[in-house]
C-alpha cells in the first residue's frame, strides 16, 4: 500500500499568510505592549526593529532553509543530512518546545475568548473604575470555568488543523489574516483620535536615546523578536516543508518578518494612546491587556464598541498562532509515529489540554503548588521562552550555517532562481556568528546566568 503524497500549500499566498499567522498572535498584543512599556517605548522599538532585521530574519531563514531542502517534520529535518544523528534531539526539542508553549498560550487565548463572550454578552460592559482587576483575579480563581475555556479554545484550534495543510490551516489563514489587518487598523485609528493621544505616540516614537545604552533593553528587544516571528519552536521549519518548488524563500520571509513588525506597531498604535489618555502606566506588565485596557474602555466615548472590536482581535490573532504551533506537534506524530492526521490531531490535542488544565488552575486549583518557586503557568512559560525557545534557535542557526553545507543552503535560498552576491555572505556571516551568539545571550539571561 503507497504512502499518501505529503501536503503542499495551494499557493505561495496561501504560504506566506499561514506563516504571517504563526508569527502574529498575542505575542505582537498581549506580549509587545507590555514589554515595550516596561523598556521605554521608542527605544525598544528600534532596538526591537534592528533584531528583526539582523538575527530574527537570519534565523527565520535558517529554519525556512532546514525545512525546505528536508521536506519533513523538525525532527526528520534533523536527520536528513550526513550530521550526528544526535542533531534529533534538536528537533524533539523543538518539539517539546511548541507542546509546552501550546499548553499555556492556549489558556491566555482562553481568557480572550472569556473577555470577548463577557462583552458580547453584556457580563463586562458598564463596570465601575477599578472593578477589572477583581474581575480578573476571581475568574482566574475559578475552580472550573479557566479551565473550560481553555478546552473551547483547543477545541476551535483543532477543528482547523485536523483539515489539513490547504483545507484547514491555508483557508483559515486566508480568512483571519485580513481581518485582523482590518481591525488592527479600526482600533489605531480610533485610538488616534482620543484626547492626549500624541503622549501615547511620542511614548512608542520619539526615543530616550540615552535607552539605547542599556544592554539589558536589547536583550529584551531579542527576546520579543523571537517570540513574535515564533523562531525556534519549529514552526517555520515544519511550514516551510510544505512550500512548492521555485518558492523564494528569502523574499517570503522578509514579507512576513516586515508584516509581523508592522502589525506589532499598529497594535502599539492602538494601545499606547488609550494608555496614556487616562494616565496609565505604560509599564502594567502582563495586566495591560486584561485589567488596564478594561478600565479604559469604560471611560472612553465608544467603549463598548471598541472593548468588543479588541477581543475579537485578541482570539483571532491567538488562533492564528495555535494553529501553527499544534501543527508541529501533529507533523511529527504523521511522519515519525505514522499516524493518521484525524489521529494524530486528537491525541496532540488531548495531550496538551491535560498539561493546559494544570496551567489553567494555576491560580484556582493549584494556587498553592509551586516548583521551582513558579505556579505551573509560570513553570511552563518559563521553560519554553527562556530554554527551550532560545536553545531550538541556537540549535537550527547552528546547523543551518554549520552542518548542511554551503552549497545546499545557497541552492535551497535560491530555489531555482539567481541569489543577490550581496545578500549571500551577509546571510552566512549572520547565521553562522551573530545569531548564535545573540541567542546564547538571551538563553544565558533567561536562566540567569548573566544580567544586564
Known sequence: ????????????????????GCAVGLGNIWRFAYVAGENGG??????YVACVVAIGLPAMLAEFVLGSRARLDVVGAFSSSKAPRAWRLAGIGAVLGAFLILSYYSVVAGWAYKYFAGYATGDLRGLPRGEAAARFTAFLREPAEPMAWH???????????????????????????????????????????????????????????SALTRPGLYLAALG????????GMGVLV??????????????????????????????????????FAFGIDPAAEEGLVFITLPNIFQQIPGGY??????????????????????????????????????????????????????AAASWGWFRNTTIFGM??????????????????????????????GRRKVKAELSNGGSLRARFWPVFLFLV?????????LVFLNGIGIIRF
Not at 503542499?8 to 496561501?14: E, K, P, T
Open 305 to 358: 464598541f471598541f472593548s468588543l472590536i479588541f477581543f475579537v482581535l485578541l482570539t483571532v490573532a491567538a488562533l492564528t498562532s495555535t494553529i501553527s504551533v499544534l501543527e508541529v506537534v501533529v507533523t511529527y506524530f504523521v511522519e515519525e509515529l505514522k499516524m493518521t492526521r484525524k489521529r494524530a490531531t486528537a491525541l496532540a490535542a488531548v495531550s496538551i489540554s491535560v498539561l493546559g488544565f494544570f
Open 1 to 20: 500500500m503507497s504512502e499518501a503524497p505529503r501536503e503542499q500549500w495551494a499557493s505561495r499566498a496561501g504560504f506566506v499568510l499561514a506563516t504571517l
Open 42 to 47: 521608542a527605544a525598544f522599538l528600534l532596538a
Open 238 to 275: 515544519t511550514y516551510a516543508s510544505y512550500v512548492r518548488e521555485g518558492e523564494r524563500l528569502p523574499r517570503a520571509a522578509g514579507m512576513i518578518a516586515a508584516g509581523d513588525t508592522l502589525f506589532a506597531i499598529a497594535a502599539g498604535v492602538a494601545i499606547f494612546p488609550a494608555v
Open 432 to 440: 553562522r556568528f551573530i545569531a548564535p551568539i545573540a541567542i546564547a
Open 151 to 209: 478546552f473551547v479554545f483547543m477545541a476551535t484550534t483543532v477543528t482547523v488543523v485536523a483539515l489539513g495543510v490547504a483545507r484547514g490551516i491555508e483557508r483559515a489563514s486566508r480568512i483571519l489574516m485580513p481581518l485582523l489587518g482590518a481591525i488592527v487598523l479600526l482600533l489605531a485609528g480610533y485610538a488616534l483620535s482620543l484626547p492626549g493621544a500624541a503622549r501615547g505616540l511620542a511614548f512608542l516614537f520619539a526615543p530616550d536615546w
Open 375 to 404: 505556579n505551573v503557568f509560570g513553570l511552563l512559560n518559563f521553560t519554553s521562552a527562556n530554554i527551550l525557545l532560545p536553545l531550538g534557535g541556537f540549535f537550527i542557526v547552528v546547523f543551518t550555517g554549520w552542518f548542511m
Open 224 to 231: 520579543q523578536a523571537f517570540f513574535s516571528l515564533g523562531v
